[in-house]
Nanobody, 126 residues
């Protein structure tokens, strides 16, 4: 397993941008698919995006396509979620997750993931 720590959350106005980072410990980061999930207030956690461990294949929830971009830097053991054109409905606690040898084929299924971060709050004001 890898240990995951998110950062970069905060308060932003609608239309603004935030960049979330997920720092991973361990030497097997490159073998993990990395994903971002979020849990809006009073709602269940949902998948936002995933990037595979092998070919860099990416997946996005329909609600964030064209606004969010996931990336990874295996040399720095870091996954990043660039969020642009934020809206109040993007308000949530954002979590990163790691799936050993994952290819994002079942990326929205939480049991696929071996490790989770503690979450970072993103609040978008209208």
């Amino acid at each position: 397993q890898v240990q995951l720590v998110e950062s970069g959350g905060g308060l932003v106005q609608a239309g603004g941008s935030l960049r979330l980072s997920c720092a991973a410990s361990g030497r097997t980061f490159g073998n993990h698919a990395m994903a971002w999930f979020r849990q809006p207030p009073g709602k269940e956690r949902e998948g936002v995006s995933c990037i595979s461990s092998t070919d860099g294949n990416t997946r996005y929830a329909d609600s964030v396509k064209g606004r969010f971009t996931i990336s990874r830097d295996n040399a720095k053991n870091t996954a990043t979620l660039q969020m642009n054109d934020l809206a109040p409905e993007d308000t949530a606690v954002y979590y990163c997750a790691a799936d050993l040898w994952g290819d994002c084929s079942k990326w929205q299924q939480e049991p696929e993931y071996d490790s989770w971060g503690q979450g970072t709050q993103v609040t978008v004001s209208s």
